[in-house]
């Protein structure tokens, strides 16, 4: 069965954490870096495109700050990621020469991927670089990003690359053999669950909190972007990277790790950019009526079912859409600013020329551009 779902896997993104790639004293491990690299280049030998994702920066620059710890303060972590990243970029390069491959630095913020033109740009450049043979090392631009735009962390990253690179499988290389039914650190009666068909609220639950002292993310993080990569119809498979040919073993469809099934409810590539990448700029509430139609019938937002507006977004923002319960059950592009939506809220599309003076369209979110979560 894994070897059906990967036999059509030409473009992959593998996504590396910062505890694979450290040693225990955290410097970079280059016997571990070595060994990914020489898989990669035994996939490239088959043909199959490779996109990497790589953690690393902040641990690799953390030595040659002198700091024993984790960086705590925002500054430090970015003075350390600006020394890493070019220590992890030279570490790649040095790996991946011997098989004859080049890598290439790309360094990606939300804000970046969050503008429909440089998303569309990004894919264009990595298009080019893997025509030319080369692999892309992408990881969070560290240096310039602040808290609230941050990705947060490379596990949600590499999901949102799964859609800029239309790659057809992610592959997590992390510290533990796969996910397990509950924390194999702390209960040792926690299982491996080879296959996770669709991630319910039950193996979110399993998943918990975060785990490593090394990295950002945690094995929730790594479920969350196995269910976002699923809703752009990508699996995922999540393995330990610090295995040798585990990379080689998963592509070949051998049962290592855990195999995240995309489910059937994907979303187009544009609406996926629009529910996932994009960070929401406001909350529009609205009444009962409006939420059942937006949820079954696959209607637009008119104004009329909206009942308040809450935050500052200019029209063309990315918005929460919330029921009555408060709770979001939709995201969408408002083609009304909050201003605009505050005046508009309860009436009728034909009110909105008088109302305002103008009107951009009849719907506040169109359903094009809305989607139910
Ligand atoms: N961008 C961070 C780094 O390279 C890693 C973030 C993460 O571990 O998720 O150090």
Redesign the pocket.
Same mark, same amino acid.
């Given at each position: 069965m894994r070897k059906d779902i990967l036999k059509n896997v030409k473009r992959v993104v593998v996504k590396i954490?910062?505890r694979v790639l450290t040693d225990d004293a955290g410097a970079l491990d280059m016997a571990v870096i070595g060994r990914i690299c020489a898989d990669i280049a035994g996939l490239r030998a088959t043909g199959v495109q490779v996109v990497v994702v790589?953690?690393? =920066?902040? !641990? !690799?620059g953390r030595s040659e700050l002198g700091l024993t710890a984790k960086p705590r303060t925002i500054p430090q972590k970015q003075a350390a =990621?600006a020394i890493?990243?070019t220590r $992890?970029m030279r570490a790649y390069e040095e790996a991946l020469a011997p098989h004859g491959l080049k890598a290439a630095q790309v360094l990606l913020t939300s804000e970046d991927l969050g503008s429909r033109q440089r998303f569309l740009n990004a894919r264009a450049t990595l298009d080019t670089l893997l025509e030319y043979g080369i692999i892309p090392v992408i @990881?969070?631009n *560290?240096t310039v990003v602040v808290d609230e735009i941050k990705f947060g *962390? @490379? *596990?949600n $990253?590499s999901a949102l690359v799964t859609n800029v690179a239309e790659a057809h499988l992610l592959l997590i290389l992390t510290d533990i053999e796969g996910f397990y039914s509950a924390d194999p650190r702390t209960n040792p009666d926690a299982t491996l669950i080879p296959l996770v068909k669709a991630v319910t609220r039950e193996v979110e639950r399993a998943a918990g909190g975060t785990g490593s002292g090394? %990295?950002? %993310?945690g094995m929730a993080?790594k479920v969350g972007a196995a269910k976002k990569a699923g809703k752009n119809g990508v699996p995922t498979i999540m393995v330990s990277g610090k295995r040798e040919g585990i990379i080689a073993a998963a592509l070949a469809g051998r049962d290592v790790g855990t195999l995240f099934l995309p489910g059937t409810d994907g979303l187009n590539r544009r609406k996926h950019w629009i529910a996932y990448t994009l960070k929401p700029a406001g909350r529009v509430m609205v009444d009962e009526g409006a939420a059942e139609v937006l949820q079954k019938k696959g209607k637009s937002l008119l104004p009329s079912g909206i009942v308040r507006v809450e935050g500052r977004f200019d029209r063309g923002a990315c918005v929460r859409v919330c029921g009555p319960d408060g709770k979001e059950f939709a995201r969408g592009l408002s083609d009304y600013s909050s201003s605009e939506i505050s005046r508009l809220a309860g009436r009728k599309s034909s009110e909105i020329e008088k109302i305002l003076g103008y009107r951009y369209a009849d719907v506040i979110v169109h359903r094009d551009n809305l989607v139910v979560l």
């Open positions: 954490g910062s790589s953690s690393g =920066a902040i !641990a !690799a =990621a890493g990243q $992890l @990881n969070e *560290d *962390d @490379n *596990d $990253l090394v %990295g950002t %993310g993080t």
